[in-house]
């Protein structure tokens, strides 16, 4: 993350800016005013011009380093009412139920971590922590919910919202029954004091200041409505602030400071208007949380079937070996299997014969990221789009699949695999003879007395390099299939941080590496041209290609869904004929195990989720738990259920 560091120069820079801020104002506090509201955008001239511009972080009237305070940004309440009347809201009322209806409140869910978090704060350093994401979604609530697949906003602090004409400007109204967890209302204010936070630099992590600082600093037109502008036309910056902006309560951090939170909140938390409130933290083991019985949204559609267990407990332990016999122990209710071997070979042991534990494969369609041998296109010999096919026709990838992994992956096609954005792709599969054609077009047709390739006197050799002694083995089939060819590939193990400092260098003919899957791609910093040549960006590959290059620029500018889904299949279409990468594989399913007392939904987990959907959408089941006790007192057998759920890909398309 890059550091954000101020500059002062003295007289030349904020002292002379702030003398001619003190002058602007003592012109234009006395001259007249003119407001315009138009469409739910602010006009003004004169001291209103100033006054609606005095919303960032040193807006008359907030004291330096202080959480809240100057609300409403110097706007009067007259105009304030006359920008809401303007607002055009729109809501949700009619969304599917995010969780099973018929799911019941009650019982405790018991959970394993690996690493206990560094802090119980869920802003600031070291929390950026998987586990905390997770806690910060059971404490704290966003603005919006939202369902990416299909794509829709549905109520959640907010019960209605708004953008502006300008697309810059968004307007939430918050649900008057919202409530922090000590009972007094949530406020638009909250939101204001929220961003003081995370946009200050005491809280330590210029990551999350940066990203916060995309917007201006909001501003409360009344208690329930309040205003935000992005400081870019972008169309990701509404869903991000919608659903990605964590609100806190201004009647706690008005009286505190920036520093003063990362102090006093490191091993508490502030109140919380969610579903759950903190309940004890025992160091380094266990940190659980009740559900709130005053939960304001209970009776919410937002809230029906989810949230259903009165305690979550996070139990931690380092070894992941030892988490597993734990699980069998009955120590954990559950777990993810991430391990082929051991869903394939591990799983049947006599509890889940006994049907006292259950499996499940979950189908679903949460996006994956790209993995494989990627292809630097700036110098031979990947510059020829027919070596970078022979390549790919040369990666055994089902012999793998099938020999190693146990046949539970898939063959990877797209760059947006498992997502609404897969193309018309090539799908390519092991073919030497294919390989073997497209090597002699390219000028390939000579070896020498090592068998290697020859071109211009040159022998086609190679070096991957890699990190992970685990990978060798997929590595050196790859090397002995292309050896079979005429390309000879020297395999080096060098360090994770060599490994980053090469790839960023682009000192590599091709290399290999993972990169995560978003549900809302950004293609721009990967495959656009104007990346290709700077060094440690995103395109790796160095591909130019002006179709490429405008779709991306109208992706960016696109606010319509739908519209943004097509262009991204054609963006993959050409991406992957154009063979940047030789693909993996990826895994289709999500495999869990766990103990036979809970209500699942019909998909299990949420259609783009992955195994922590489960504190949110399982119930305990009292009637099962009951006949699991008896099952285990008696050690007679229960029913096994079906283990491939394919919900997802069948019933909910």
């Given at each position: 993350m890059n550091q954000h560091f101020e500059h002062d120069p003295g007289w030349t820079g904020w002292k002379s800016a702030v003398l001619m801020g003190i002058l602007l104002y003592a012109l234009f506090r006395f001259l007249p005013i003119k407001v315009e509201v138009t469409g739910g955008a602010l006009v003004a001239g004169g001291p209103m011009m100033a006054q609606a511009g005095a919303t960032g972080a040193n807006a008359e009237g907030k004291k330096s380093g202080s959480l809240g305070g100057d609300y409403f940004g110097g706007l009067d309440e007259e105009v304030r009412e006359e920008m809401i009347e303007e607002i055009e809201w729109e809501t949700n009322g009619d969304?599917?139920?995010?969780?099973?209806?018929?799911?019941?409140?009650?019982?405790?869910f018991r959970m394993a971590g690996s690493n206990f978090v560094p802090t119980l704060r869920t802003e600031g350093k070291d929390a950026s922590d998987a586990q905390l994401t997770m806690i910060q979604g059971l404490v704290y609530q966003t603005l919006l919910s939202l369902n990416s697949d299909p794509f829709y906003y549905y109520p959640s602090i907010a019960d209605k919202w708004a953008i502006g004409e300008d697309k810059q400007t968004y307007y939430y109204h918050i649900n008057e029954l919202a409530k922090w967890a000590d009972g007094k209302p949530m406020r638009a204010q909250d939101v204001v004091a929220t961003y003081d936070l995370v946009t200050s630099k005491d809280i330590q992590a210029p990551g999350t200041s940066e990203l916060w600082k995309k917007f201006e600093r909001p501003v409360a037109l009344s208690d329930n409505v309040v205003m935000v502008k992005s400081k870019e036309l972008q169309w990701r910056n509404h869903i991000t602030f919608s659903s990605s902006f964590y609100v806190y309560p201004s009647h706690v951090l008005e009286k505190i400071t920036a520093k003063k939170y990362m102090k006093k909140y490191n091993w508490k938390m502030l109140v919380g208007s969610g579903p759950y409130t903190f309940d004890k933290v025992v160091k380094p083991k266990k940190i659980s949380f009740k559900r709130r019985a005053n939960f304001w949204g209970a009776d919410e559609r937002e809230f029906t079937g989810v949230y259903n267990f009165d305690i979550i407990e996070f139990l931690f332990v380092k070894d992941p070996e030892l988490v597993y016999e734990k699980f069998k122990a009955g120590e954990f209710d559950f777990m993810p299997i991430y391990r082929s071997a051991r869903w394939v070979k591990e799983t049947n042991f006599d509890k889940v014969q006994k049907g006292w534990v259950q499996k499940k494969k979950v189908f679903n369609r949460n996006?994956?990221?790209?993995?494989?041998?990627?292809?630097?296109?700036?110098?031979?010999?990947?510059?020829?789009?027919?070596?970078?096919?022979?390549?790919?026709?040369?990666?055994?990838r089902g012999l793998l699949m099938e020999q190693i992994m146990f046949n539970e992956y898939g063959y990877m096609d797209s760059f947006f695999q498992n997502s609404p954005h897969m193309g018309d792709t090539p799908n390519v599969r092991y073919n030497p003879d294919t390989?073997?054609?497209?090597?002699?077009?390219?000028?390939?047709?000579?070896?020498?007395?090592?068998?290697?390739?020859?071109?211009?006197?040159?022998?086609?050799e190679l070096e991957l390099t890699y990190y992970n002694k685990w990978s060798e083995k997929f590595y050196t089939v790859y090397q002995e299939d292309l050896m079979?060819?005429?390309?000879?590939?020297?395999?080096?193990?060098?360090?994770?941080?060599?490994?980053?400092?090469?790839?960023?260098?682009?000192?590599f003919k091709l290399t290999a590496g993972a990169y995560v899957g978003l549900t809302f791609p950004n293609p721009e910093s990967t495959f656009h041209s104007k990346f290709a040549d700077q060094k440690a960006s995103g395109n790796m590959y160095g591909i130019k290609n002006k179709r490429v290059d405008e779709i991306i620029e109208a992706y960016n500018d696109e606010f319509d869904y739908e519209k943004r889904v097509e262009l991204l299949k054609e963006l993959d279409t050409i991406l992957t004929n154009l063979h940047l990468m030789a693909f993996d594989w990826y895994a289709p399913a999500e495999r869990l195990i766990y103990w036979n007392k809970f209500g699942l939904p019909k998909g299990v987990i949420s259609k783009t989720g992955d195994y922590r959907d489960a504190p949110v959408y399982w119930w305990y089941d009292e009637y099962k738990a009951k006949a699991?006790?008896?099952?285990?007192?008696?050690?007679?057998?229960?029913?096994?259920?079906?283990?491939?759920?394919?919900?997802?890909?069948?019933?909910?398309?």
């Open positions: 969304f599917p139920f995010p969780g099973d209806p018929d799911a019941k409140k009650g019982g405790k996006p994956q990221g790209r993995q494989g041998f990627h292809f630097n296109m700036r110098d031979e010999p990947f510059n020829d789009v027919k070596i970078r096919k022979a390549f790919a026709f040369l990666w055994n390989a073997r054609e497209l090597l002699a077009e390219a000028g390939w047709t000579e070896r020498n007395d090592e068998g290697v390739l020859v071109k211009d006197g040159k022998p086609f079979k060819v005429g390309v000879k590939l020297n395999l080096k193990q060098i360090t994770w941080a060599t490994h980053i400092k090469r790839n960023n260098e682009r000192n699991l006790e008896k099952a285990m007192a008696n050690d007679t057998s229960l029913p096994i259920t079906k283990v491939d759920n394919k919900f997802w890909i069948e019933e909910g398309k």
